[in-house]
């Protein structure tokens, strides 16, 4: 197999889905036995590829390559590590894994950069653990918050402690902030996430933005009551006035033209026989910008409050996550573009981004842009996650050459 080929990593998103702590899936989460294996797995990689491999301040794999002399800017490239439980194998890791391909091949081929590289994998994206998306993405951009020392994982292990058992060192997180003013900028692979590619019959597609997002934990609180002895009039039905905004939340985000999902939803005490008196669930808020996005949240929580009111219960909200939309950079996105074309598409797909990636808190540090890969049926977050060997091999091309597309426009 050809070093740095599409066959090479896919070969090693294949070892990488080993590392796991699921018997009937993907499962690597933040701060475990299986983020350490498999960092340290892809430092031999990046060994390989000429890189110098090293864990940052915040869990992070990372990979150097030096620039011209000890003053040069670095260009970022890379992705995350960490899965969903019951993830697919390409999610996050296929594009650290092109990152490091791409510089084995810039190295064989003997380019003449005017910056130097930085690839990272990123230990945190999908906040599987501790409920916080981007922490890793967060400790390189210098945003990490001293508030999320108290999360807790479901066993109780506080976020501090977790770092301890892991040999970091909590005081010490800021040492992985990179210095906004020596990143030349920062430039993500990773796979649709979506079926648009697919639809339209591209490989590849260039990103022109990623989706803000809100995250919120949702009550309904009523009264249980036998479903035999309780008459309708007198009733608390919890379940009722969930079940009135759950509705509501396709409703108002597709008339909207946003995008909003109960992904979990559980009625209290959940006997059979007893009317629910309280209705815990979840609402993922996404919008192409932060002013849509919170005006339907706005509609939902109306919504919501009426139904409660109709019904004699308490509507509680607890919001978990917040993240701006964020637009690519220009001159990145028009690198990217002119990667893609390299290939061989004279008209190359953009799209938004309806998925969150670590660009979203890379962009607190500096510009980014992103290539999206095709993958069946838009399928992620599941073990059926795939994609074309031929599309890899295509997106390797088109990243290549989308970093000498910045060093050109660089130097």
Known sequence: ????????????CDVLATITAATDGIERSYLTPEHARANWTVGEWMDEAGLTAWQDAAGNQRGSLKGPSPEAPVLILGSHLDTVPGAGRYDGILGTLMA???VGRLRARGAALPFGIEVIGFADEEGTRFGRTLLGSCAVAGTWQESWWSLR??????????????????ERVGDAALDPSRVVGYLEAHIEQGPLLQD??????????IMGARRFELEMIGEAGHAGGMPYGRRRDALLGASEVVGAVEELARGAGAIGTVGRLRAFPGAMNVIPGRVEFSLDLRAETDQLRDQVWDEIEETALK?????????????????????VAPTLASAVEAGIRATGDPAPMRLMSKAGHDAMAIADLCDYAMLFIRCKDGISHHRDEDVRADDVELA???????????ADAHG
């Open 1 to 12: 197999m050809t070093p740095f080929s599409a066959g090479e990593v896919l070969a090693r």
């Open 100 to 102: 490091i391909a791409v």
């Open 153 to 170: 994982d479901p066993h109780g292990v506080t976020l501090r402690d977790a770092f301890v058992a892991f040999g970091l060192d909590p």
């Open 200 to 209: 339209a019959g591209r490989a590849l597609g260039v990103v022109e933005g």
């Open 307 to 327: 139904a409660a009111a109709a019904r004699n219960l308490a509507f509680e909200v607890s919001e978990l996550h917040a993240a701006r939309a964020t637009a």
């Open 396 to 406: 390797l091309d088109a990243f290549e050459a989308a970093v000498l597309a910045v």
